[in-house]
């Protein structure tokens, strides 16, 4: 199957599920090279895993998200480099959403529970804020 003819059998349960399912492979790609560069450098430090393993996750979900939720073409060098940066930037955008609800719950309740409920939902915030972005700015639907 082409992808034009899987895109025109998506439907938007098809999309969210495999949205879903790049969040989680992105998420995991994150933390396993984090890992790696801990287990390969761990003179390194924190921050190193989390800056490649940051790096990783989001170039894994930028050709996931481009290729199989928005069904993007290449176009151009600078074109392709302005879908990056703002895919990165609100990246960054839904990133702080998500910070924000499991610190505030923490802050609040000051339970493991609470965090992790807070971080549920500010996930689940960021993306859904994150799709829509991305669909309006990022991978902007082809005008015939």
Known sequence: MTGSQFQQRSTPTGVAVRYVCFAVLSTAANFLVQAMVLQTAPWSGL???ILAGTAAG??????????????DRYSSHSDEMSKVAL??????LTTLIFWGFEIAFWT????????YTGGAIGLAIGYILKYALDRKFVFKPREA
């Open 108 to 115: 609040i309740w000051k339970t493991e529970l609470a965090k």
């Open 47 to 49: 921050m190193p895993s």
């Open 58 to 71: 989001f170039a894994l979900k930028y050709v996931l998200d481009k290729n199989w939720i928005f069904f």
């Open 87 to 92: 895919y990165g930037l609100f990246s960054v």
